[in-house]
């Protein structure tokens, strides 16, 4: 089941879609937000409150890569592969990224600080190379102001 605040900010967006099924990515988000990931449990209870089957939500869960269907650390850190960023140095960022955490994209960090995971084009290639953590966007990053960024995430 949904908790009280859960649904309460799912109201809220709620008042601005004709349908309820119209917000199911929101709603996702929303839940996301509080779970930190979307279990079929969480699928289970949007899709109770929306009216909708976890199968259908799970379609449109696996098309966006900032809704997540598998457990995440505290903190997401996504690294832009796409051409800009690969030109502009990935591939030394994404070694120092890994060497630092000692993780490899799409693990989870022993402290469960911080999930690596490769993403697609940040529309922010004018500083590539380009990662983003949790919903903050960096870019001209180096491998030596990396470890500045994760300092800001405990
Ligand atoms: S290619 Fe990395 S932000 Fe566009």
Redesign the pocket.
């Known amino acids: 089941m949904l908790s009280a605040e859960e649904k309460a900010e799912l109201d809220r967006e709620l008042q601005q879609y004709p349908a309820r099924q119209s917000a199911c990515i929101d709603a996702m988000k929303i839940v996301q937000r509080h779970r930190r990931w979307l279990s079929d449990e969480a699928l289970r209870d949007i899709g109770e409150y929306l009216g909708m089957s976890v199968a259908d939500l799970d379609g449109v869960a696996t098309f966006y890569n900032l809704l997540f269907r598998k457990p995440v650390g505290r903190h997401v850190v996504m690294i832009?592969d796409?051409?800009?960023?690969w030109i502009m140095g990935y591939e030394k960022l994404r070694d120092t990224l890994m060497n630092r955490l000692g993780v490899s994209l799409g693990e989870t960090t022993s402290d469960d600080r911080f999930t690596v995971l490769p993403i697609v084009?940040?529309?922010?290639?004018d500083k590539?190379?380009?990662l983003m953590v949790d919903r903050d966007t960096y870019g001209n990053v180096s491998p030596e102001t990396v470890e500045e960024i994760l300092a800001r995430y405990k």
């Open positions: 832009c796409s051409v800009t960023c084009c940040l529309g922010n290639c590539a190379p380009t």
